[in-house]
Nanobody, 125 residues
């Protein structure tokens, strides 16, 4: 059974940083593409960052480019999201999820599959 457990969320002031973690088990993490999905209050879920199975290629949505950095440790079966210069619009629940990444006509498409329970991030002064 796929298990994904997120941690690291909380309340943070604009401009500050947070690091999210996701502990994975129940599947072959080292061969799985992964993504972080954000659901803002009142909005649908959207991927923000994705990484290939080896960690060599990362992708970020335009809204977080230059601020968020996704990484993974395939020995520890853990996915990370380093979030810097946080903005109020980054508020939401962040989910770790298994993913399929495709590049079509120069655009990155991310489809997520199994996801965890999420960790809440609130950016507010």
């Amino acid at each position: 059974e796929v298990q994904l457990v997120e941690s690291g969320g909380g309340l943070v002031q604009p401009g500050n940083s947070l690091r999210l973690s996701c502990a994975a088990s129940g599947f072959n993490f080292g061969t799985s593409e992964m993504t972080w999905v954000r659901q803002a209050p009142g909005k649908g879920p959207a991927w923000v960052s994705a990484v290939d199975s080896g960690g060599d290629n990362t992708y970020n949505a335009d809204s977080v480019k230059g601020r968020f950095d996704i990484s993974r440790d395939n020995i520890k079966n853990t996915l990370y999201l380093q979030m810097n210069n946080l903005k109020p619009e980054d508020t939401g629940t962040y989910y770790c999820a298994t993913a399929k990444i495709a590049k079509v006509a120069g655009k990155v498409l991310v489809r997520w599959e199994h996801r965890g329970q999420g960790t809440r991030v609130t950016v507010s002064s």
